[in-house]
Every structure is written in C-alpha cells, then in structure tokens.
C-alpha cells in the first residue's frame, strides 16, 4: 500500500473529498476485469403521460432476444437481459475494454392504476420502449339530497 498523497494541480479543493468508498474498490474488483462482468447499469427513464406509464432502457449491442419484459408478483415490471461478451481470438491484442457485459435486472413497482395486462414492449435502434396504459380513474358521482321540512 502507498502513502504517497496524490494531488491534482488543476483542482486544489481535489483533496478535500475523500472517497468512503476507496478501501471496498481494492477488495472488488472491477467490472471489467472479470469474465463475467455485470451488465448493472442498465439505465431507465420513466415517464407519465395521461394515457400510459412510458420506460425507456438504452441497450445497445443487445437483441431483442435477449431482453425479457415481464409483470410479476401482480404489479412489478421486470425487465431482465444479457449482453454476451465478444468472442476473443488469441491472436488479438487488446489495448482497452470499457463495454461492459453479462446479465442485468431492473424492477418497477407499478401503481395501482396500471392496466398490467395490457403491457406492450418494442424495441428500435438499441432502445427498449415499454408502455404500461394506464385505467381510468373513475370520478365519484355526487348526488344530490333533497332536504325535507
């Protein structure tokens, strides 16, 4: 383990921050040092219109295949893949991988007014759109009571 304190020249309040982290990044390794590297950031967008509840996942270089869109547990969106790692040849020298591969989840619980069995799920370019519609909201009926006397 090293001592030496590293500072930047270019941001004197650099060192102000310390990482509470630093100790746990030498004991795991990185993504993408391992074989099977988790695929963990799948990130999604999640947005309400007044007709649906929209999900938008970037996932690029994974087929339509590969993805699986699924409701459970009555009200949980589940959208589940895998990103298979390129295939290497000894002969090739690699000189930076930063794509990461391997499985990925993500889980939404959905609210009371979604309609979960009429889940629609595409995929175009790399971006996975799933639209959950959404049910009515009935509005309570008022009625009127005539007073007597």
């Known amino acids: ?8 020249v270019f941001n004197p309040f650099a060192d102000l921050w ?9 004991v795991i390794p990185a993504a993408s040092d391992s074989d099977t590297a988790a695929f963990v950031n799948a990130q999604m967008d999640w947005k309400e219109t007044p007709e649906a509840h929209v999900f ?6 994974v087929k339509k295949e590969e993805v699986k869109v699924e409701v459970a547990d009555g009200n949980v969106l589940v959208v589940s893949g895998e990103r298979t790692k390129e295939k290497e040849d000894k ?3 690699w000189h930076r991988v930063e794509r990461s591969s391997g499985k990925f989840v993500r889980r939404f619980r959905l609210p009371e007014n979604a309609k979960v069995g009429e889940v629609k799920a595409g ?8 639209t959950v519609p959404k049910a009515e909201v009935k509005k309570p009926q008022v009625k009127a009571i005539e007073i007597s006397g």
């Not at 383990?1 to 930047?8: D, H, I, K, P």
């Not at 938008?56 to 270089?61: C, F, H, I, R, S």
Request: hydrophobic share 40%; aromatic share 6%.
């Open 18 to 26: 310390v990482d509470p982290f630093k100790a746990f990044r030498s």
């Open 91 to 93: 002969n090739d020298k």
């Open 56 to 61: 938008k996942a970037d996932l690029p270089g």
């Open 1 to 8: 383990m090293s001592l030496v304190r590293q500072s930047n």
């Open 123 to 130: 995929m175009e370019n790399g971006v996975l759109t799933i």
